[in-house]
């Protein structure tokens, strides 16, 4: 779909936009006509977690169960888990969690379904959109205005902010949950730049991490300053393990964005 942006752009951008809306408001299910085919698994029995295995990065599905699967590298989603950590943001930031009630965005995923994604589609798409509408209720939150990239560059990056002297700063949420390395961080830089590449200017980049990782995390916090050269600036979490909005993240935005 972000290779047809190019041939097609107006039409994707509303397709994407539609089922991004579709997932982000029916997670998982137990009947079908709240579900589509080709983006959820039946189980035969309620579940709150697979396993699953996969070829390349989530390009082809290989097997996926209730059980563990034998003779395949296998992965597993823990959607009791996955629940667990949102009910705990949930609970101690009542304001989002009103706001996702309004939007339909609010879900239980401690309880199991008949019904859940399939593997790539919400490692790729569900967790990434969840992610970009939590910083939005953020920005609500504190007053910070959330622009909308321009039809040209619709899904480079996520959004974009402007500093209290009037410069373009690219967003770009991400949802790491286990040990990211300089390696991969490094590998996140290759590819905004190549993004950049494609944008009308070349703007600083936030990466800003939805959830905190493990303590012995490498991935590194660079605090967002207006006065550097800098061109990527990182955020290690908006919420704290106590589910807690991250202050510092808070600060910034209000510091330097209007």
């Known amino acids: ?29 137990d009947a079908a006509p709240v579900t589509i085919q080709r983006l959820h698994w039946q189980f035969e029995k309620a579940v709150n977690k697979y396993y699953f295995a996969i070829e390349g990065d989530y390009s082809r599905l290989l097997a996926i169960d209730a059980a563990p699967i034998q003779n395949y590298n296998q992965h597993q989603f823990d959607f009791a888990h996955y629940g667990k950590t949102l009910n705990k943001i949930y609970e101690a930031n009542s304001w989002l969690k009103e706001d996702f009630d309004l939007l339909g965005y609010y879900h239980d995923f401690e309880k199991p379904h008949h ?67 300089a390696t991969e961080q490094t590998e996140v830089f290759k590819k905004a730049r190549l993004k950049l590449a494609n944008c009308t200017e070349n703007n600083p980049v936030y990466f800003i991490n939805f959830r905190q990782l493990q ?29 807690k909005l991250n202050s510092q993240l808070a600060k910034n935005l209000l510091d330097y964005f209007e």
């Open 1 to 29: 779909m972000p290779s047809q942006l190019q041939q097609d752009r107006q039409g994707t951008k509303e397709l994407w936009q539609r089922a991004r809306e579709l997932i982000l408001k029916h997670p998982f299910g």
């Open 115 to 181: 019904y859940q994604l399939l593997p790539g589609i919400f490692n790729n798409f569900y967790r990434p959109a969840l992610s970009e509408e939590v910083f939005k209720v953020i920005c609500k939150y504190l007053g910070i205005k959330v622009y909308p990239m321009a039809d040209n560059e619709f899904e480079l990056f996520d959004c974009y902010l402007q500093t209290k002297d009037k410069k373009k700063v690219f967003v770009d949420i991400k949802d790491y949950n286990e040990i990211t390395n």
């Open 215 to 243: 303590p012995n995390s490498k991935y590194e916090q660079k605090l967002f300053s207006p006065q550097s050269d800098r061109q990527f600036f990182t955020c290690s979490s908006m919420f704290l393990a106590n589910g």
